[in-house]
């Protein structure tokens, strides 16, 4: 067997031969050029309809429309235009507008000074002709200052200058489901939407089932059967393939085992950056054996401080309830509730404890899926709490506390 220095030396040595750009872990990249067509086949099916997709967190929405659907609505003849919600969850109609007035800008500003010279008469020239005065640039009615009405202009606009439709990608958009005010946003999208139906086309992306699931069922509610609700598919196998021939690659008399990989890769809930993370380390080791590696991803001193800082920060409730459901165990029974309610510190009611699970939901710890009830959205974080905490106060019946299982 080598050493890891041994080891080491190989895969540098292998990366540097390697003719063309360095290829790493990190640089694998899986595209899906077929999924943004049939996306955009489905939207211009149905104009005036946007497609809702879903997904959980992390698991590669943002890069997907940024890598593939970007590029491919490009190539169909749209002009795509991103916003995302989360990051302005406060002002979320004012992110949309910004990306949209960038977009016009982009559209009618040509990018060297120079070119916008030309494209403006020139009223006068300086007696040396060194000062150019510039002839009035074109002026057009200003845009309202009402987001909605801005909103409804910009589009207009857009898709006329473009001369082409506008696909607008709303990423994160149950972020609206969670905002005051989100309802009359989501009112104005749609109504923009649908007067401008054949100048804009709409995809949306969302975290949380349960908030995207929420805002289209809601009967009365803005979006009710307005978008179509599509799961958004995970990576498939050929991701797992990319990183165990790079690992080859690397340690040319070792193979890694693609099924083993998958397993590993459902477990971490289909993140990709997480299993590149996963066998990066691994390569760094010349490790093959996948379960080992996740089992030292889990006591990594990278995770653990982060994982447990979330739990530190939380209130003795809320921390009690996470330790239930990382058990498997249902918060709201009633013996838990009974058992809960024996610990001084924590007090609990029925009330409190779906008080505590909501708040969590909120903060995106929790999701709640239809028929499956409150899980822990992490599936790292909820086998941490698992193994580092014991609920005695459930097991024993009696008062307890919150006990770390001894090491
Ligand atoms: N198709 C892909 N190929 C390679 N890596 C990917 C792919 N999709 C996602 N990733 C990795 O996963 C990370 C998280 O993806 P992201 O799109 O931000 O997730 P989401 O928007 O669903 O939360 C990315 O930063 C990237 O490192
Ligand atoms: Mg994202």
Known sequence: MLSIVAELAIAIF????????????????????????????????????????????RVGKTYFLDGDLSPAAEKAGFLPVYADLWLNRTAPLDAINQALEEALDDVNVPHSVLGRMVKTPVRKVGVLGASLGL???????????????RMDTLIARLANDAGKPVLLMLDEI??????????????????????????VFAVFTGSSQEALGEMMMSAGGPMYQFAQLLTFPFLEIEFLERLAA????????????????????????????????????????????????????????????????????????????????AHGIAPMGKDTIMALSTIPA???????VRAALDRM??????????????MIEDRLFRDYLATTYQPNYITNGKIGTLRRIQE
């Open 174 to 199: 149950q972020a609206l489901a969670h905002s005051a005010g989100g309802d009359a946003v989501i009112a104005s999208i749609r109504a923009v939407l649908q007067k401008h139906k054949k100048k």
């Open 246 to 325: 790079h690992f080859s690659e690397v340690h040319p008399r070792k193979r890694l085992d693609v099924v083993a990989l998958q397993r590993v890769f459902e477990h971490i809930g289909f993140k990709p950056a997480l299993m590149k993370d996963i066998v990066k380390e691994m390569s760094a080791e010349g490790q093959t054996d996948v379960r080992l590696a996740l089992e030292k991803f889990m006591k990594d001193d990278r995770n653990v401080p982060a994982w447990q800082g979330v739990f530190d920060a939380l209130q003795p409730l809320e921390q009690a309830v996470l330790v239930i459901l």
């Open 135 to 149: 002839g009035r640039t074109p002026t057009r009615r200003d845009l309202p200052d009402k987001p909605e009405l």
């Open 14 to 57: 292998m990366t540097m031969n390697n003719n063309g750009p360095m290829k790493t872990f990190d640089s694998i990249q899986i595209l899906r050029p077929e999924l943004a067509t049939s996306y955009l086949a489905l939207l211009t099916a149905q104009p005036g309809r946007p497609i809702a997709l879903f997904a959980p967190r």
């Open 346 to 352: 924590v007090n609990a009611t029925l009330a409190k």
């Open 361 to 374: 939901r909120k903060a995106g710890i929790l999701c709640n899926p239809p028929k499956v009830g409150y």
